[in-house]
T-cell receptor, first 117, second 111 residues
């Protein structure tokens, strides 16, 4: 069965610190997608990144970077020079990559990040 | 370009009642998925609609039902409400594999 584990329930940092959010997944599929979403207090889930299981290149987008390691089934997310606006709950998710429009996502429990001024 | 819109924002019901939640997908999107998010938890997949048919369903009882209209908008119906149904209900739309866009959700409280 598919499973996503985010071991860090809550993280608190001071502004400008770097912070890494961990995500470990389990799946028997050879092809799958991994995601990170941000959920601010408003409740709306904001898409951050999608990664295909065949693409193990790390990705950087501004202050955000992602480290995908298939060997350890991990997809970690790092925020560099954190800002107060980064405070939110961050979710890692996994989906099958079957035919058609199958987009059922399996979610971790989320990591609540508090960035303090 | 409007994103995913959901109504109502908040709803209070009592046990045993029925509720209907509504979702309009992002322009150009044809697939709608519904998720339930309990407090402090990750979203749980309820079901997905495409071409007005339920394509996939999560582990939810038959009390949870849905519908998709020709304009791709969707409704989620929950019958015989239980206290445990209290949660944030999120609608997501997509047209590309895997990239979901979410609405702000409907906060349902069952008393």
């Amino acid at each position: 069965a598919q499973k996503v584990t985010q071991a860090q329930t809550e993280i608190s940092v001071v502004e400008k610190e770097d912070v890494t959010l961990d995500c470990v997944y389990e799946t028997r599929d050879t092809t799958y997608y991994l995601f990170w979403y941000k959920q601010p207090p408003s409740g709306e889930l904001v898409f951050l990144i999608r990664r295909n299981s065949f693409d193990e290149q790390n990705e950087i987008s501004g202050r955000y970077s992602w480290n995908f390691q298939k060997s350890t089934s991990s997809f970690n997310f790092t925020i560099t020079a954190s800002q107060v606006v980064d405070s939110a709950v961050y979710f890692c998710a996994l989906s099958e990559a079957g035919a058609g429009n199958n987009r059922k996502l399996i979610w971790g429990l989320g990591t609540s990040l508090a960035v303090n001024p | 370009d409007a994103g995913v819109t959901q109504s109502p924002t908040h709803l209070i019901k009592t046990r045993g009642q029925q509720v209907t939640l509504r979702c309009s997908p992002k322009s150009g999107h044809d697939t709608v998925s519904w998720y339930q998010q309990a407090l402090g938890q990750g979203p749980q997949f309820i079901f997905q609609y495409y071409e007005e048919e339920e394509r996939q369903r999560g582990n939810f009882p038959d009390r949870f039902s849905g519908h998709q209209f020709p304009n791709y908008s969707s409704e989620l119906n929950v019958n015989a409400l239980l206290l445990g149904d209290s949660a944030l209900y999120l609608c997501a739309s997509s047209s590309d594999r895997g990239k979901l866009f979410f609405g702000s959700g409907t906060q349902l409280s069952v008393l």
